[in-house]
Nanobody
Framework: QVQLMESGGGLVQAGGSLRLSCAAS????????MGWYRQSPGKQRELVAT???????NYADPAKGRFTISRDNAKKTVSLQMNGLKPEDTAVYYC???????????????WGQGTQVIVSS
């Protein structure tokens, strides 16, 4: 059984900051890319940022300059520091991890349950 557990969402005023964290656990053989996606009501899930196992980040345009993604390979965690939050950042944020597990023995995408971020104006 593999699990991605997110934490750190909440309510914040515009201009404020939040830090999201996600920990992978279970029968994991290896982890490739980890990342964060978000989904607002009525919209499709969209990329926020990803980071490779070597630490190379990739940001969607709305996140550039405001969000910072990081990971700890030893702890199997990925974090997203969000600064300068705007009301349009309001969404459910999902942790994603591309992993090989001992049960599946092939690479696949796994998702957390999501954490709500609300930015008030």
């Amino acid at each position: 059984q593999v699990q991605l557990m997110e934490s750190g969402g909440g309510l914040v005023q515009a201009g404020g900051s939040l830090r999201l964290s996600c920990a992978a656990s279970g029968s994991i053989f290896s982890i490739n890319t980890m990342g964060w996606y978000r989904q607002s009501p009525g919209k499709q899930r969209e990329l926020v940022a990803t980071i490779t196992s070597g630490g190379n980040p990739n940001y969607a345009d709305p996140a550039k300059g405001r969000f910072t993604i990081s990971r700890d390979n030893a702890k199997k965690t990925v974090s997203l520091q969000m600064n300068g939050l705007k009301p349009e950042d309001t969404a459910v944020y999902y942790c994603q991890s591309r992993m090989v597990t001992f049960t599946r023995l092939y690479e696949d995408d796994y998702w957390g349950q999501g954490t709500q971020v609300i930015v008030s104006s």
